[in-house]
């Protein structure tokens, strides 16, 4: 074949190639996560909602060009709302927060367009008093749920990955994580349990993806109770990589990158 055959197959290669990497650093820029949390209502260095928001909030920033706001309770000011890709939420149970409120059709719409949906620990929840009024329109979105509180159990297990194949699991391995666990929660057939662990004699689901009918992603995981288990990478990776993975953008085959400072990692003074 001849050299100019070779150059003009270089070129065609070369803008393909230019093209697809524009394309990916474009959505890098276009990425907006919104984390809401609110003010400690557990003992210090537990339920530390809007300190780990911000926390993950770093992680995110060293995973491209990617806005995120954090957000003491749901945001008043509608503008926060637009064009965000994914919504992550660490406060006490978030189908009150979300869907027994005054913004409640704000939040129906902004899912309804696809927008992606993280709970964790208390957030993956519905009161047991609010179940049947609140709960199928919960689980719509969630794929599953944990009926506050029934069942708890305060233990040490291996963190097992139930689907290693997913780009939630990417870059971490099993490994024994001593957390305040929700027993019997329910989680549909149409999401993926992904994360499992076994206290008081029984294997519990801990962290569940859920493709939804509107086009949308949404994540659960019921960890998330003491602080410190933030503080460790494996943790913080699964998270940031499902916030990735609901915002529809790549997640690295080694995972998210999450490493930060301890000083960004260090529990706050308590006030």
Not at 60 to 66: A, E, F, M, P
Not at 201 to 216: K, M, S
Request: charged share 20%; hydrophobic share 40%.
């Amino acid at each position: 074949m001849t050299s100019a055959w070779h150059r003009a197959v270089w070129f065609v290669l070369s803008v393909a190639a230019a093209l697809t990497s524009s394309s990916a650093l474009q959505a890098a820029e276009n990425t907006k996560v919104l984390l809401i949390g609110h003010q400690p209502d557990h003992p210090w260095g537990s339920h530390m909602y809007l300190h780990t928001s911000g926390v993950l909030a770093k992680c995110l920033k060293l995973n491209g060009d990617i806005e995120t706001t954090v957000s003491d309770g749901w945001p008043a000011d509608p503008a926060q709302l637009e064009g965000v890709d994914s919504i992550v939420i660490y406060t006490s149970p978030a189908a009150e927060l979300l869907l027994d409120g005054p913004h409640r059709q704000q939040v129906l719409d902004v899912m309804g367009r696809g927008c992606g949906l993280v709970t964790i620990h208390w957030a993956s929840t519905v009161k047991q008093e609010n179940y049947d009024r609140l709960g199928p329109a919960w689980v719509k979105l969630l794929g599953g749920t944990w009926i506050s509180n029934v069942g708890l159990s305060t233990d040490t297990s291996l963190l097992r990955q139930l689907h290693p194949e997913h780009p939630i699991c990417r870059g971490w391995k099993e490994y024994d994580l001593r957390d305040e666990y929700y027993l019997n929660p329910e989680v549909t057939d149409a999401a993926t349990a992904l994360l499992q662990v076994n206290t008081k004699g029984q294997d519990v689901i801990v962290g569940w993806a859920f493709e939804r009918p509107d086009g949308g992603r949404s994540y659960a995981t019921t960890l998330g109770h003491f602080y410190d288990n933030f503080q460790r990478e494996e943790f913080r990776r699964t998270i940031v990589n499902a916030i990735l993975w609901t915002a529809k953008q790549e997640v690295p085959e080694s995972g998210a990158s999450v490493a930060l400072p301890e000083a960004d990692l260090a529990l706050p003074p308590q006030p």
